[in-house]
Structures are given as C-alpha cells and as structure tokens.
C-alpha cells in the first residue's frame, strides 16, 4: 500500500513537467505552429527558476521567473518565424540548442546547489484522509495547477469562440483570414502560451521534481513533450495519459533497478521513452482520427495577402 | 427594373469610382468603377486574370485598395478587413471556399457569425435559414464529408445568416451539376426578390444571360463595356470579354472502327487517403480516333483514377491485367514503363505535376520526352532538346520569351500549350489529359481543344477528365460519368445532352434508373 501510494504520487510528479510543456506545444501547435524549442524553453524555464529562488528565497518568484523566461524565448521564436517568415523548423531546433547553451552559461555558479523545493499543500481534514488523503489531498500545489491548465485547455480549445478560431487557423489560415481574423496576431498568443508552459514545467523540474539545478537537467523532456503531442494526435486527454505514461514507467523502472533485476541500467532508462511512444503510437492510429485532430497547416508559414 | 421602383433616387447599394490596385507585375484594377442597385443581380464578367477576383477582394476588404473610392448606399466607406464588410452587410461566397475541413458546419458558420458563442442555437437558426431558401444543411456534420454543391450551400447559408444587403458571388456554378445551378439561380432570384442585391461573377456567358439584370465587363484589370445581358447575345458578350471574335472548334465525328488502345477492365482501388474515393469496378474502352471524355464533380474519384492510370499509384501484380495499353498489361508498371508503352499524360496540376516551375522549357521538355533520342550513353544531346522545345513553342503558339526561359514565367495558358504540346508531339499511343483547359484564357482554351481533335484524327486514343461539361460536349465522341468513385457506362456525346450528365453526376441516378425513365 505504501509503496503504491508512494509509485502514484512519484509518477503524478514525473509526468507533470510533461503535462505543462505538452499543453502548451499543443495550443501552439492547434493554431499551425510548430515550434521545436519546447527543451530550450523549458531549460531556460529551469534555469531561471533555480536562480530567481535561490537568491531570492522565495519559490513563488522562481515560478514567475520561469514563466516569463518561457514566454521571452517564445516571442523570440515567433518574431522570428511569425514577423520574418522563417523556417519554422529551423528556427525551433536554433532555440533549443540557444536554450541549452545559455542555461548551462547561467546556471554555472549553481551546480549541485540544493533548494528548499516546493512542497505539498497542508489542507486540513481532507489530507488526514485515509488513502484518498495522501493521493488527492497532498499534492503540491503545482500539480493542481496542471489539473487545472489541462481542464483549461480542454474548456477553451472545445467549448470557446476563442478556441474555434485558433483551431481554424490551425486547419486553413487562408480561409481564416479570409473571413477576417488576424492569423498572425493569433498564433502569437497561443506560441506565447506555449513557451510559458514549457517555462512552467521547467519551473516544476527545478523547484519541485528535483530542486536542485544540474546542467541539461530537462534531459529531453521537452522533445518528448513534442512527441506526446504529436503521437497522442493532438487531443489533450492523451496528450495528458500520455505524460503519466511516461511518468509512471520512469518511476517503476527506478524501483525495478532497486529491485536488482538484471537488466543494464541504460536499457531501463530508455523505456519511458520508448514505451510512452509505443503506447501513443498504437492507440492513436486510426488515419481518419488523425486527420480531424491534426492540423493542416502545421509548420507551415502564412503571410496573408495584402 | 427593381431598383428604381419607387419613382425617386435610390442610391446605388453599392458603388465603386476608379478603383486602382497594382501587384509588382501585374495592373490588377485599373480606375475601375461599378454600380450596383438594391435589388439588382449585376454581373462581372472577364477571363481568368481580368481582375474581377481582386476587385471582390477590395469590396470584402480582403484586399486593399492603392487608389479609389467606394460609397455604400451613398456614403463613403473604407473597408480594411471582411469583418467590417459583414458589419456593413456585405457576404461573399468564395470561388475556392473558405471553409475548414475538420470543423462541423455549425462550427464553420460560428466563425463567421458575431454574437454569442452557442452551437446549438446557431444550429437552429441553421435550420431555419436553409429551410427558407430551400439549402439543405445538417448542421453537425464535419464539412469533409460533403461534396462540392454541399460546400458551396455552407457558404451560402453563412452568408445569408448575416442578412446581408450585398452578396458576392465569385464563380459560384464551375463546381456544380446543371441541375444544382438551377437550384442556385432560384435562391439568388429569391434573395434579390428581398431587396438584396448580388454581384455575380463569372465567364459562362449562357447562365449570365438568364440569371442577371446588368453586366459590366472587364479585361485586364479595365471595365470594357456594360451591358443588358438579357438583350446583347452570348456571342456579342465575349467579343466585349475577349476583345475579339471567338476561336470556334472544328470536330467532324469520329472515325468508326479503331482498335482499343486503352483498357480499364474492372479496375477497383481503396484510397490511401482517409479522405479521398475508392474506385470500383471502373471499366472503360478507348478506341484509337477517339475522345472519350469523363464528366463529374470534382473529389468522386477523378484524381485516384488518374494516379492509378498514370502509373503514379501502380497496381499490384496479381492486377496488372486491369488496365491495357494497346493491349499490354500495364497495371503493374510504373510511370516511366507505361510512358514506354505509349502513354502520355497531361496532368491536373501544371505547376505541380506537369512541369517544374524553376527549370527552363528545355529541361522540362527533357523530363517526359527524353524517349525520343534525346540522351545517347546516359549524356544529353542538347541541340535535340532544343529543337524539340523550339517545336512544342513553334508548333503550339507558346508565348515566351524563348526556349531557355523558366517555366513559372509563362502565363497559365501558355504554359499548358507548352505541356500539351510536349506530349502531342512525343506521338502518343494514348494521351490523358486531366482539366486541359482549367484555368487557361478562351483563345488558348481553343487552341488546345483543337490540337486534342487533330490528334484524335491521327488515330490516338484521348481521354479526358474535365469538370467543364461545356468543354467536354465540345470536344467528346463519347462520355462517362464518374460519381463516388463509380463510373457509368460511356454513352455517345451526340446521343445524350448535359441534363443527363449532370443527373449521372449528381450520384443521384444511375445508369439503370436512367434507363427505366427512357422506357
């Protein structure tokens, strides 16, 4: 029972970095736009969150901190790409690679430092349950605001005008513009949103997950970010499965390792990896389905016509 | 006439005072000026490039204007964006629609409509609308799914929800069955019945005399002439249109008694695409010294059929007897293998398919003609290339600055005279050609329609996809329909007449159907 308890809690911790990150790439990715510095991001998001909160000692700042550093290398990347017309696979790949060289630039003097991270909430009653208590009840306080971003994103993608407009950018900005909507401003804000995400889940790394910053500490999350939005085709529910997945096999690899099953270490590493695209791959194969939830013009540039 | 049934002045719903707008290469509108009354369905007329889509464009506010002036029931106004167009009451249904695939109609039409988001009350709203001008809709479902008439009825009723005072209509009948044009016209009639005025866009001249009240034509990017369509005759209309008179075809009957050149024997193919038409048993003979021609609205199977004939889409093996090219087995065989039995095709797509946008003709005529003695030991002989590119621009009129010049810098028609000519003059077993005329002026229209019959008269076997039933009345010894990936039986073009096609091509009847109503 512990130890389920103790699996179930690991694996909500592991998958939420993913969850923030890949929520975010998919609103950005809904309105058209494919921006591959989802690591870059996040990295910067990790790096600033170390630093702002160990200097300032309030974890609240590191968060913020994060969030802006995300949003910052997102506007970056949609000057670039949205203003400029570049290519946007090129310009995501140069803003991972920015990322990762800056943070490690940054984070320099904080190597191996530890922080206080954030902890779980304290409410009372209902965390003194049984069984429920700890599970629903004493997460930290990040962690429901994943919930609460997911049951957001799934509100406005799906139940808003807002949300139809960016998915109809996403499936023809042509027509959109045609009927009179700004493609360009549009997709502006949801990669914004994007890189804010992705800060925030390199905030959760850094603060909550492991509070401590080691460099290139995202470790190719944010790659498979990208990839759970693309195998988990583009619907947020397995976009969000998608991420425990990966979680929870990160978290029972660990315990299989402790165990002393004979396996190499490295082969049990790349499982969650592995295993998270197998799953997404498989479940989400349908053509028909993929084609309603893509959308078409994704990676593509859109200068309207003046 | 409507407009002036009260007696007084009415200002004019709409009207337009040198409007000017220029692209780097082109003068798109030149000092154009137009009236429309309230009421009043009022055409523009003008070939592909004349300039009537940009001039539409600047009144939605798609597009903006470098000089002009517009009045909107009198006042002056300037509309920098489609949603001031509707807050105005301006709705415009588009030649190439402005619908999103993956969303459901009530979706679609949400976009387009202010006021609260609620899908459920649009639907109803939906309902009411296409009850009332008789343009069946359901509103749930995913626009994918619909044909090409159904899309066009999406627009409409986007358009007619807004209660809109002007409607532009741009080239609304290319996409449609006889039948459903008939349809269109009514609901347009009704709507300027209301009050409502329509700007009504297009090149078919017969369809504009029944439908509008005034036209004024244009040619490049100048208004040419007004007129009463009702009163001036087709013939005077394109003189007006053109500039000159019309090129007019020549097509004798075909010669009887030519052997089978081309043979699709029961051909059936699922679609790779999750969107796209599977064949089924399509059967189909080409006799040498004939057209064939294969009506039907655009998306029942055409493009799959001509993947699978071109040998894009190759069949498997064990299905190589299902198309026969002179009596060949060819189904299994690849582009290059069936051009070596004769085949040559004029694709659908020019810039994408028929030739490469960034190569001189020369290398373009290379790329399909290279059979004809062109390459010695693996080596281009550059004077044959040449002479043979020099001929297809001799031969065919092409205009162009010369055989080295790039292909994207001929104009549409030019270009396809090149593509056309390139394969005519490779000497053909069996020629395909997809859409031959789409998107080409009237003269080079003609001149193509008249080089497919010459080579039909040297004994080739010619089929042709079109959408245009006009085209392929004019050109057809025989035509078949293809609805939902099925194909009718071909039927002699003299024998039967569009009204038949277009119910074949509604997928509404079939052969058998069609049968029992001739009993």
């Known amino acids: 029972m512990e130890t389920a308890t103790a699996i179930f809690l690991a694996t909500l911790a592991a998958g939420t970095p993913l969850v923030f990150a890949a929520l975010g790439e998919l609103v950005a990715e809904k309105s058209g736009v494919l921006n591959l510095g989802v690591e870059g991001m996040m990295i910067a998001g990790a790096v600033l969150a170390f630093l702002v909160a160990a200097e300032t000692g309030v974890l609240w700042l590191g968060v913020l901190a994060a969030v802006l550093a995300g949003a910052a290398m997102a506007a970056l990347f949609a000057v670039v790409t949205l203003s400029f017309q570049a290519n946007q696979v090129a310009a995501g790949l140069a803003l991972t690679i920015f990322g990762i060289g800056a943070s490690a630039y940054l984070g320099l003097d904080y190597t191996g430092v530890a922080l206080k991270g954030i902890g779980p909430v304290d409410i009372p009653v209902l965390g003194e349950l049984p069984v429920i208590g700890p599970l629903l009840f004493a997460l930290d306080p990040l962690v429901y605001l994943s919930f609460v971003m997911f049951a957001a994103v799934v509100w406005f993608l799906y139940r808003t005008k807002a949300g139809l407009v960016l998915r109809g950018i996403g499936e023809s900005p042509a027509s959109a513009h045609a009927i009179g909507y700004p493609v360009i401003g549009i997709r502006y804000l949801a990669v914004l949103f994007g890189g804010a995400m992705a800060g925030l889940g390199g905030a959760y790394l850094a603060l909550a997950y492991t509070p401590l910053w080691v460099e290139a500490m995202t470790a190719g999350r944010g790659w498979i970010a990208l990839a759970l939005v693309v195998f988990g085709t583009w619907r947020p529910g397995r976009v969000m499965l998608g991420a425990y997945l990966f979680g929870g096999i990160t978290i029972v690899q660990f315990h299989v390792q402790a165990i002393g099953i004979d396996l190499p270490p490295q082969v049990l590493s790349m499982l969650p ?34 | 006439m409507t407009a002036d049934a009260g007696g007084g002045f009415t200002a004019p719903r709409l009207e337009l005072r040198q409007i000017t707008k220029s692209y780097p290469a082109v003068m798109a509108n030149d000092g154009v000026s137009l009236r429309v009354m309230p009421g009043e369905i009022h055409a523009v007329l003008g070939e592909n490039g004349a300039g009537k889509s940009t001039l539409m464009k600047i009144i939605y506010g798609v597009v903006r204007a470098d000089a002009g002036e517009m009045l909107w029931n009198g006042r002056p106004v300037s509309i920098s964006n489609p949603a001031e167009a509707r807050r105005l009451g301006i709705g415009m249904v588009f030649q190439h629609f402005s619908l999103f695939e993956t969303l459901t109609v009530a979706e679609n039409i949400a976009l387009a409509v202010d006021g609260p988001f609620d899908l459920e009350a649009l639907a109803a709203r939906i309902d009411a609308v296409s009850e009332r001008y008789g343009l069946p809709l359901d509103p749930g479902r995913l626009v994918h799914s619909m044909s090409v008439g159904e899309r066009q009825r999406v627009e409409i009723v ?13 080239e609304p009948t290319s996409v449609l069955t006889p039948q459903a044009v008939r349809g269109l016209f009514e609901t347009l009639q ?48 394109a003189r007006l249109m053109v500039g000159r008179e019309l090129p007019v075809c020549t097509h004798a009957p075909a010669r009887e008694g030519g052997a089978v050149r081309l043979e699709i024997d029961g051909l059936s193919r699922r679609s790779d695409d999750p969107f796209g038409t599977d064949l089924e048993d399509i059967r189909l003979r080409v006799h040498g010294g004939e057209i064939v021609g294969i009506a039907g609205i655009s998306g029942n199977g055409q493009q799959e059929l001509l993947a699978c004939l071109s040998g894009e889409q190759p069949l498997a093996r064990a299905q190589a007897a299902r198309i026969r090219i002179d009596g060949r087995e060819a189904g299994h065989l690849d582009t290059a293998a069936r ?15 028929g030739v490469v946008a ?76 997809a859409q031959p005329t789409w998107g080409v002026d009237v003269g080079a229209s003609a001149a193509i329609r008249q080089a497919l019959i010459d080579l039909r008269d040297e004994g080739v076997a010619i089929l042709v996809l079109s959408e245009e039933l006009e085209e392929l009345f004019e050109i057809s010894d025989r035509i078949a329909v293809i609805a939902r990936g099925r194909m009718s039986a071909a039927r002699a073009a003299r024998g039967t007449d569009m009204e038949e096609i277009g119910l074949l091509m509604s997928g509404l009847s079939s052969d058998a159907q069609l049968e029992c109503a001739h009993d």
């Open chain 1, 273 to 306: 990896y592995l295993a998270t695209i197998v799953v997404l791959v498989l479940i989400s194969r349908h053509a028909g389905m993929i084609r309603i939830n893509a959308p078409a013009s994704l990676g593509m540039s859109y200068h309207p016509a003046a």
């Open chain 2, 158 to 170: 986007r358009c007619l929800l807004q209660e809109p005072e002007l409607l532009i209509m741009d």
């Open chain 2, 190 to 237: 009704r709507l300027a019945s209301e009050g409502c005025s329509v700007l009504y866009i297009s090149h078919k001249l017969e369809e504009l005399r029944t439908l509008c009240h005034k036209a004024t034509v244009m040619r490049d990017g100048r208004v040419t002439g007004m007129a009463d369509p009702a009163r001036e005759s087709a013939a005077e209309l």
């Open chain 2, 339 to 353: 051009r070596g039995l004769g085949l040559a095709v004029v694709p659908e797509d020019r810039l994408g398919r």
């Open chain 2, 358 to 433: 960034a190569m001189p003709l020369t290398d373009n005529a290379l790329l399909t003609a290279h059979r004809r003695g062109m390459v010695r030991f693996g080596m281009v002989l550059s004077s044959k290339v040449e002479a043979f590119a020099g001929r297809c621009v001799r031969d065919f009129d092409v205009r162009c600055s010369g055989v080295d010049a790039e292909a994207r810098t001929l104009s549409g028609g030019n270009l396809q005279k090149f593509i056309v000519g390139r394969e005519i003059l490779q000497k053909p077993a069996v020629l395909i050609a």
